[in-house]
């Protein structure tokens, strides 16, 4: 018989998908594991079981199976003193305080906005939602609601506000966003340049009836309370009399502004032409004229004022009888305004509202507010104007004016988000795309420009900046993929990273980030899957090293966010009675079991009915002494039977821990053992701090029977030998463990005979 030493020192590209465990040749081989449940995969290879869950707070929701979350969790970060938890739930929001010490306490909860209205965020909803924090305000954005500002108004209390947009001092303006819904051609007629009660007509069916007629209005048309602009005026609709006539308010006059120096004279004549695109006008309509410069000799006097149509040269001209005559053939007249309200087709309606859709993505990038995304504008990209977050209008298109731009390509892309990089990175239903930071330049309303780089398409989950790429999930919500430069194309690929263990992603329902866990340098990714599992991501672009693990809980992950380096989830459990509840918690170092408290007790008693039913099977672990599992009875779990003498322990619920290596296969002179009989006989197991492993069934043992059984036990660190029996043609290790105490493997060596 034949004797190997197979080294599994590293286990860097974690659990592989089933499909791959019998690629013997392939390099990922040798350094991944069947299955990694529960562990981290540290940086140097080897792997340590992951903390256990602290029962933080207990919800008061009624479990509904059939919704993708009921509650959703987000950091809101203020300052390193004052960091919060938002859970974002049906009709409310919970805000819990993190402290400088990580203490969690329920801050306040809110059900109504600023106004008393019912909160817009539902189980249908909270988990496509969007949101981007500045300072003390958090905006969350929706298709179905206006933008919602969640503002912090001190240490432990929060308000929400709807986002609205700036107005100019005489209110006559909303800086917010327009666009011409209107088919190709159609006019809007104003009945007069002011005042209420004024009929707007299009010459085709536009406006919405929809519900029943009342009198001759329908009462629930949606354009109601909507803002139009007419050129460069606006008004608002206040009643709908039909899909081509509604009654509204002129906010100022309708006025329309010419281009610089759109009058031209003839010497000696005082008729003046004027350039206007589209002007609408007929012959003998009235019209007043402000702001107009002198040109041709023709005084401002004898150009401003009310004035009437001479003749209609063409769409774009016409000529109207001035107070008196030219004295030279000159263009001019400065910017001059036309108060009039001919039929236009250069009307637009505000871009959000509840007939077109509200802004899906939110983020803020090189100063500016961006909003993308509506059921109307599905493609569209609005930014603010410079530092200024409620303002909207495009102006003139200075630098620091608004940008207004399309990721259309030939068909239509739904924004569902925007992230800042480098680069501006806009993720649609079809496409990726970015807006470029042009050597170095800031992005402006002449500059900004949207390149599409990758065709993946994304899924509604929130993408995180990870180890410098953009990581998302694509529209399959089956594959994760970075979004990153690559040098070799000059442009951005969307390489997947989630490819060697995709049967780890499934129905991924949300995702977050970690730097620095478990008081290392490593970078963690979490991904909440529809399973109730969390898949937990580890890369390392330098060594090229890239793997994926998988947590489990008795009980099933909803929603995980991070603060700092410390990890909080809302997780599912029965209570021991049947009775499903959701409760928030922490992945603690503190604790080796699940839904974890520590406990005051007298002779060994614990008082635990407010975190477990009768009926309820827990695990009960006193310092490095694991003392089993005991049913919970009249409220209480009773180990005095094991020791009577403790007076404080951990209850809560084990979890499973495996690391399964994949078929132990190596290759000799005279070709590969696959397929061969074979048996590991041996493992060496090198552990730091570890309390309690299994290898194969066999026990790691801590203590001799002549040691001090009345001391605490030492935790394993170095070199331990398991010595196995028994023959198969795919022999494997398997490690677990028989009590919820600490584990960390940094390789292994199995000695296979043959």
């Excluded at 871009?351 to 983020?363: H, K, M, W």
């Excluded at 109730?532 to 947590?551: C, D, K, M, P, Y």
């Excluded at 006193?622 to 322990?649: P, R």
């Excluded at 296969?665 to 309690?692: F, Y």
């Amino acid at each position: 018989m034949r004797k190997l030493r197979v080294p599994l020192s590293n286990f860097q590209f974690g659990e592989i998908s089933p499909s791959l465990i019998s690629r013997t040749d392939s390099k990922v081989y040798s350094n991944s594991a069947q299955k990694v449940e529960n562990f981290f995969i540290r940086a140097e290879g080897g792997v340590i079981k992951r903390s256990g869950l602290s029962n933080i707070y207990e919800f008061d929701t009624t479990v509904d199976t059939s919704k993708t979350q009921q509650h959703r969790i987000v950091p809101f970060i203020f300052s390193d003193d004052e960091r919060y938890i938002i859970s974002l739930e049906n009709l409310k929001i919970r805000v819990f305080r993190v402290d400088t010490s990580f203490n969690v306490t329920l801050a306040t909860t809110i059900t109504q906005d600023s106004s008393s209205a019912a909160l817009p965020f539902t189980h249908d909803n909270i988990h496509e939602v969007t949101y981007a924090q500045s300072g003390d305000t958090m905006f969350i954005a929706h298709q179905t609601f206006m933008v919602r500002k969640l503002v912090r108004t001190g240490l432990t209390s929060f308000q929400v506000e709807t986002y609205t947009f700036d107005q100019n001092s005489a209110n006559t303006i909303v800086h917010q966003p327009y666009f011409s819904f209107q088919t190709p051609g159609m006019t809007l007629d104003p009945s007069a340049t002011s005042g209420s009660g004024v009929t707007f007509t299009t010459s085709a069916a536009y406006w919405d009836t929809t519900g029943s007629q009342s009198g001759g209005d329908f009462p629930d048309s949606k354009h109601i309370g909507i803002n139009f602009r007419y050129n460069d005026s606006e008004f608002q609709i206040t009643s709908v009399q039909s899909t081509t006539q509604a009654t509204g308010t002129i906010f100022g006059n309708l006025k329309r502004r010419l281009k610089v120096d759109s009058f031209r004279t003839n010497e000696g004549v005082g008729t003046v032409r004027v350039t206007l695109l589209n002007h609408g006008l007929s012959a003998s309509d009235a019209f007043t004229v402000a702001d107009a410069s002198a040109v041709g000799g023709i005084a401002r006097s004898n150009l401003n004022g009310a004035r009437t149509v001479a003749e209609v040269i063409d769409d774009n001209t016409f000529t109207f009888t001035a107070g008196a005559n030219a004295t030279s053939a000159t263009a001019g007249g400065g910017t001059p305004t036309l108060e009039t309200h001919a039929p236009v087709t250069g009307w637009e309606e505000q871009s959000y509202s509840a007939l077109r859709g509200f802004p899906a993505a939110v983020a803020f990038h090189q100063n500016r507010l961006w909003y993308g995304g509506t059921i109307g504008q599905p493609d569209g990209l609005w930014a603010s104007k410079t530092a200024t977050f409620f303002n909207f209008d495009v102006g003139d298109a200075e630098d620091d004016d608004a940008i207004d731009i399309t990721t259309s390509i030939g068909e239509v892309n739904t924004i569902r988000h925007i992230i800042s990089n480098k680069d501006l990175h806009v993720f649609t239903s079809t496409d990726e795309f970015i807006v470029p930071a042009l050597q170095g330049q800031v992005t402006t309303p002449t500059n900004a420009s949207i390149e599409r780089q990758t065709s993946f398409g994304s899924s509604f989950l929130r993408p995180y900046i990870y180890d410098g790429a953009t990581v998302f999930v694509d529209s399959s919500g089956a594959m994760v993929r970075e979004f990153i430069f690559a040098d070799a194309v000059k442009g951005y690929t969307g390489q997947p990273i989630s490819t060697l263990s995709s049967h780890l992603i499934n129905t991924p329902i949300q995702m977050s980030m970690l730097s620095g866990a478990i008081g290392r340098a490593e970078n963690y990714l979490f991904i909440v899957d529809a399973d109730g599992t969390l898949a937990v991501f580890n890369s390392n672009r330098v060594e090229q090293r890239a793997g994926w693990t998988q947590f489990t809980s008795q009980g099933s992950f909803h929603s995980c966010c991070v603060i700092d380096t410390h990890v909080y989830a809302v997780v599912k459990f029965d209570k021991g009675d049947g009775t499903n509840k959701y409760f928030l918690c922490e992945f603690s170092n503190t604790f080796n079991t699940d839904l974890a408290k520590t406990y005051s007790g007298t002779n060994g008693v614990f008082s635990v009915s407010s975190d477990f039913a009768n009926g309820a099977v827990v695990d009960v672990v006193n310092g490095t002494f694991y003392l089993g599992s005991f049913t919970v009875s009249g409220g209480n779990v009773d180990v005095s039977s094991v020791d009577s003498s403790i007076s404080s322990a951990e209850i809560g619920l084990k979890f499973d821990v495996t690391l399964k290596t994949n078929p132990i296969d190596a290759q000799v002179a005279d070709g590969p053992l696959t397929g061969q009989p074979r048996t590991v006989q041996r493992v060496v197991l090198d552990l730091n701090n570890t309390l309690s492993v299994t290898v194969n069934n066999t026990n790691l043992i801590i203590r001799q029977v002549t040691d001090d059984m009345s001391q605490p036990r030492n935790a394993v660190t170095g070199k331990k030998e398991f010595r196995l029996l028994g023959f198969g043609t795919d022999p494997q290790v398997t490690i677990t463990q028989n009590a919820p105490l600490a584990l960390q493997i940094n390789s292994i060596v199995a000695e296979i005979a043959f």
